[in-house]
């Protein structure tokens, strides 16, 4: 997330229902989800409107929740729930 850290480049999303993480630079859009038992990940050109069912798979993933503030983003991921701290603003 930090390799993202500029002004829009990360945010939390609602896609088809679904809470994302979405990271933003000048070429592409990557998003960050849960599918079935899976953490996703799908990267689309820049503005391109996000196809969740064509994601890779990371990991193993149970549970997953994201939420925003202004300057932090915290992931809860497998019951365990970790913070990162954005230096720019996130879209609220």
């Known amino acids: 997330m930090h390799s993202y850290d ?3 480049g990360v945010c ?4 088809n229902d679904q809470k994302v993480i979405k ?3 000048a070429k592409s859009d990557t998003y960050l989800y849960k599918s079935g038992t899976s953490l996703m990940e799908l990267c689309v050109v820049k503005d391109m409107e ?3 069912t064509m994601g ?3 990991m193993t993933c ?3 929740d994201v939420e925003q503030d202004v300057n932090a983003i915290s992931c809860k991921i ?9 230096r720019s603003e996130v879209a609220s």
Do not use: K, M, R, W
């Not at 939390?12 to 896609?15: E, F, K, P, Q, Y």
């Open 23 to 25: 990271l933003s630079d």
């Open 6 to 8: 500029a002004e829009d």
């Open 62 to 64: 149970h549970d997953f």
């Open 78 to 86: 497998n019951g365990v729930t970790f913070y990162v701290n954005i």
């Open 56 to 58: 890779q798979p990371l």
């Open 12 to 15: 939390v999303l609602v896609v």
């Open 50 to 52: 996000p196809d969740l």
